[in-house]
């Protein structure tokens, strides 16, 4: 079975996470694969928005944990930072339609889309410091921007789960529904944002993002470093083998 299905429709290109029995956690392939796809997107002029979702019931529950795991190989296994290198370069709208979980890196792609529609059961969390990790991809600094600093805090540093009423009013998310019109209506904002003058719409998100492009680049830079320090911390391993091992 593809944990990531691609299809293409209407001049919108729809990326399905499909990993239903680890709650579409995200492995180094799946990231791979979403990244490719990114990647030709920008070069295809028949893709003209992108629409990122999983299933009804569950968004993803962020990085497949095993993979932050120290296997010996002392190999790199970041093919997350090649696919949100991707979604930070996307010359095209990306809406994100999310259900139920959208923990983790699943958190924070949705800083990065321009457009997320939500469940009413929608569970987004930050949960990095108690994985003994730090956040990453810019979100240290767009989720005081978005949300401001009181916030950022109860979700950083605190991990509290953010409920889509709070989502909602915070302006994390655009609209909340119920999980059977989701991935419906982001379709349809997807497909409205597809019929746009395009070089317009380019131009435009451009500009909204101009502010942040260069503080943006350095604070990926900076979190990465520190991201991949901690990972290999016997703290952090020691968090990652209690989760796969914990007893269910
Ligand atoms: N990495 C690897 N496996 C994961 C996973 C992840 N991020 N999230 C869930 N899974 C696996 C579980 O280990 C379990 O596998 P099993 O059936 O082989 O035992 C399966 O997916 C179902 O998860 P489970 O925890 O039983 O579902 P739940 O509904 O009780 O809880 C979550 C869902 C998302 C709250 C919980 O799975 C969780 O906290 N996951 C970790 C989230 C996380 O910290 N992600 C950030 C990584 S940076």
Sequence with gaps: MKFVHAEYTDGILILKLNRPGKKNALTQNMYLRLALALEDANSDDQIRAVLLQGSSAVFTSGNDIADFADDGSGTEKRASERFMRAVMQLEKPLVAGVCGYAVGIGATMLLHCDYVVASVDVRIRFPFVDLGLCPE??????????????????????????QAAEALAAGLVNQV???DQVLDDAGSVARALAKKPAEALAQTRRLLKSAQRDIMAARVDEEREIFRTLRDTPDAQRIFRDFLSRPR
Excluded at 137 to 162: C, D, Q, Y
């Design 177 to 179: 529904l119920p999980n």
């Design 137 to 162: 991809f810019a979100s240290t600094l767009l989720l005081p921007l978005v949300v401001g600093r009181a916030k950022a805090n109860e979700w950083m540093l605190i991990g509290a789960t953010i």
